[in-house]
């Protein structure tokens, strides 16, 4: 395969992140928001083709439905799947979701509900919505587009949304379930938290960002990859995937500014 000699960071993430559904077998792959989605189709049409995705509605499609308006494009149904599918694959862990919480912890706890006191917030965002149910479930990855102290915090979340590794949210005695973090994906690095004990780790670096630069934007310790490691660029062929799966280029409009992958 040829890597790309021009790419976006948007497809730089997007290729990343792809690397999420990467040996799941046949599960249910959710990508919520346009970069997640584009590389959960990616990941089908590419190295994964057990996965399942629905068109979003009721019904699961042989092939990813592309974003945006689809002039006379027919979807290829493959099955029904409704609510009560969609929650035997979830609550069986046979899913793996990528998501956008606005806040993530040391113990990789996320935060979508709201900043500030829960009683009386400053941002109320979008609740809890089912994402303590799924964090215990299934898998569950991220994607933050602008790496900060402020989206990876010094202490825990405002709003403790999905189960993370904190000993302090589980009661007593209580059985320890769920927090199966698969990667983080941001504009600047791909993260995990399998280091000793849960740490954060930096599994690789965008072109042209230093590990430096990466803990500078992060509010808790992260542990360097043992050798230098540079995400790897798109291949020509993923472009190819990800233009047909994103014709009206929505992934440009994702990361401010549309900046190019390799960064000088």
Not at 93 to 121: E, Y
Not at 180 to 189: F, S
Not at 230 to 255: M, S
């Amino acid at each position: 395969m040829t890597t790309a000699k021009e790419f976006t960071l948007a497809e730089l993430i997007i290729a990343a992140a792809a690397e999420a559904w990467r040996g799941e077998g046949e599960v249910l792959a959710t990508g919520i928001g346009v970069l997640p989605r584009i590389a959960a189709s990616l990941a089908k049409l590419t190295f994964a083709p057990q996965l399942m995705m629905t068109d979003g509605e009721a019904y699961l499609v042989e092939e990813p439905v592309p974003l945006g308006p689809r002039g006379d494009y027919k979807p290829k149904f493959a099955g029904w799947m409704p609510y009560g599918r969609v929650f035997d694959n979830v609550w069986s862990g046979r899913r793996h979701a990528m998501v956008t919480p606005v806040q993530v912890d040391r113990w990789g706890q996320a935060n979508i509900s709201c900043l500030g006191d829960f009683r009386k917030p400053k941002v109320q965002m979008l609740g809890m919505r089912g994402f303590p149910g799924n964090s215990v479930n299934h898998r569950n990855s991220m994607f933050l587009p602008a790496h900060s102290k402020r989206a990876f915090i010094e202490g825990e979340v405002d709003v403790v949304a999905s189960v993370g590794y904190s000993d302090k949210r589980f009661p007593e005695g209580a059985r320890r379930a769920g927090g199966d973090l698969g990667i983080i994906v941001t504009d600047l690095c791909v993260m995990d938290f399998k280091g000793p004990d849960h740490a954060a780790r930096v599994l690789s670096l965008h072109p042209g960002v230093t590990f430096d630069q990466a803990q500078a934007a992060t509010g808790f310790p992260l542990l360097a990859p043992a050798s230098k490691h540079i995400t790897a660029a798109p291949t020509e062929e993923q472009i190819t995937v990800i233009r047909k799966l994103d014709p009206h280029d929505l992934r440009a409009g994702v990361i401010k500014g549309n900046p190019p992958g390799a960064r000088p």
